[in-house]
């Protein structure tokens, strides 16, 4: 079965074709660059760049498939959450499509997205697995029992791990998107230079705050000179990285353990992050554990990952409405 799938939750725009849910054909994916002069992403400007892009994208995905929309079985798109213009632009491109072609539609919950990356790529994976969802918008524990049945832990009680990256590279100077270069950045910096708070890393709960190690990193580096932190950059960087990176790894072993689940999947943006895995990697030998995570283009936000969601759902719920419309604070179910 054949599945077409379509991301413009936030700033990428991409189109992808994934056979049976598990083999990609083809995961074009554009990153808009027009937002770096605002420090951040501007939603209008996402939308027109959406409207602008989102058909020679899905033009390019299909000719890479070596498909024509006639042979797809299956139009699936992100409903939420993100930014309610950029998510419009997609929904209703995929909605016309499939009511013009007499496919069947089903809207996906980016955040399942997120959570079908690994199953895309891990054959072997237990079905009843935790999974660690860390991205620029949301940090969450979920307990999986198995396709669409999921048990929330614990998530971000504010700032998503992703952002306080992205607001502590600006702090620094390191432009936008800031994860990325501070994490190229840490690789050469002492991770001991500066120890940050690990906040609620102690809690007996599997909740999370990153607003607070925020604010610590601001309050250091108001103390320093323009010199000091140009000598000490690299060494802030590995300091803050090390302390957003412990918490999530400590916390997620801590849960597997205590739900007695052997594999951990790692998904969203923070996924590509060096030091997460490294010290996933470090740490899980002491246990009999196993830890996956994706490739680095399906940690960010792609089609390939709604097409396998929308495969999995429409195989558990069948096709979706096309009166469905985008939801930017669309939850994970979940009981």
Same mark, same amino acid.
């Given at each position: 079965?054949?599945?077409?799938?379509?991301?413009?939750?936030?700033?990428?725009?991409?189109?992808?074709?994934?056979?049976?849910?598990?083999?990609?054909?083809?995961?074009?994916?554009?990153?808009?660059?027009?937002?770096?002069?605002?420090?951040?992403?501007?939603?209008?400007? *996402?939308?027109?760049?959406?409207?602008?892009?989102?058909?020679?994208?899905?033009? /390019?995905?299909?000719?890479?498939?070596?498909?024509?929309?006639?042979?797809?079985?299956?139009?699936?798109?992100?409903?939420?959450?993100?930014? $309610?213009?950029?998510?419009?632009?997609?929904?209703?491109?995929?909605?016309?499509?499939?009511?013009?072609?007499?496919?069947?539609?089903?809207?996906?919950?980016?955040?399942?997205?997120?959570?079908?990356?690994?199953?895309?790529?891990?054959?072997?994976?237990?079905?009843?697995?935790?999974?660690?969802?860390?991205?620029?918008?949301?940090?969450?524990?979920?307990?999986?029992?198995?396709?669409?049945?999921?048990?929330?832990?614990? /998530?971000?009680?504010?700032? *998503?791990?992703?952002?306080?990256?992205?607001?502590?590279?600006?702090?620094?100077?390191?432009?936008?998107?800031?994860?990325?270069?501070?994490?190229?950045? *840490?690789?050469?910096?002492?991770?001991?230079? $500066?120890?940050?708070?690990?906040?609620?890393?102690?809690?007996?709960?599997?909740?999370?705050?990153?607003?607070?190690?925020?604010?610590? $990193?601001?309050?250091?580096?108001?103390?320093?000179?323009?010199?000091?932190?140009?000598?000490?950059?690299?060494?802030?960087?590995?300091?803050?990285?090390?302390?957003?990176?412990?918490?999530?790894?400590?916390?997620?072993?801590?849960?597997?353990?205590?739900?007695?689940?052997?594999?951990?999947?790692?998904?969203?943006? $923070?996924?590509?992050?060096?030091?997460?895995?490294?010290?996933?990697?470090?740490?899980?030998?002491?246990?009999?554990?196993?830890?996956?995570?994706?490739?680095?283009?399906?940690?960010?936000?792609?089609? *390939?990952?709604?097409?396998?969601?929308?495969?999995?759902?429409?195989?558990?719920?069948?096709?979706?409405?096309?009166?469905?419309?985008?939801?930017?604070?669309?939850?994970?179910?979940?009981?």
């Amino acid at each position: 079965m054949l599945t077409l799938g379509i991301e413009t939750s936030c700033d990428e725009t991409s189109v992808a074709v994934v056979r049976d849910g598990l083999e990609t054909l083809s995961n074009v994916i554009l990153s808009q660059v027009e937002h770096s002069a605002f420090g951040g992403v501007v939603p209008e400007v *996402a939308s027109r760049v959406h409207l602008k892009t989102i058909v020679p994208i899905y033009r /390019q995905a299909l000719k890479e498939a070596g498909v024509t929309l006639d042979q797809i079985d299956l139009v699936a798109a992100t409903m939420g959450p993100g930014l $309610v213009g950029p998510l419009l632009v997609g929904l209703t491109f995929a909605k016309g499509l499939a009511w013009a072609a007499s496919k069947p539609f089903v809207p996906v919950n980016h955040i399942e997205g997120h959570l079908a990356a690994n199953i895309l790529e891990t054959p072997d994976l237990d079905p009843r697995h935790l999974t660690l969802i860390v991205s620029g918008g949301h940090t969450m524990l979920v307990e999986v029992e198995e396709f669409g049945k999921y048990h929330l832990l614990g /998530q971000t009680r504010d700032d *998503a791990a992703g952002e306080a990256f992205d607001k502590v590279a600006k702090l620094m100077g390191l432009g936008y998107p800031g994860g990325a270069r501070l994490d190229k950045l *840490a690789q050469t910096g002492n991770r001991k230079h $500066v120890r940050f708070p690990r906040p609620m890393k102690s809690s007996g709960d599997f909740q999370f705050s990153f607003s607070g190690l925020k604010t610590a $990193v601001a309050l250091y580096l108001e103390k320093l000179t323009e010199d000091e932190l140009e000598t000490q950059k690299a060494d802030i960087a590995a300091s803050f990285q090390e302390a957003v990176v412990e918490v999530l790894v400590e916390k997620s072993i801590r849960a597997a353990r205590e739900r007695r689940l052997r594999d951990i999947t790692i998904s969203g943006g $923070v996924a590509a992050n060096s030091r997460l895995r490294s010290m996933f990697e470090e740490r899980i030998g002491r246990y009999n554990l196993r830890v996956f995570y994706p490739s680095l283009e399906l940690c960010t936000d792609n089609a *390939a990952m709604i097409a396998a969601a929308g495969y999995y759902r429409f195989q558990k719920e069948g096709p979706g409405e096309f009166i469905v419309n985008a939801i930017p604070y669309l939850r994970l179910d979940s009981e």
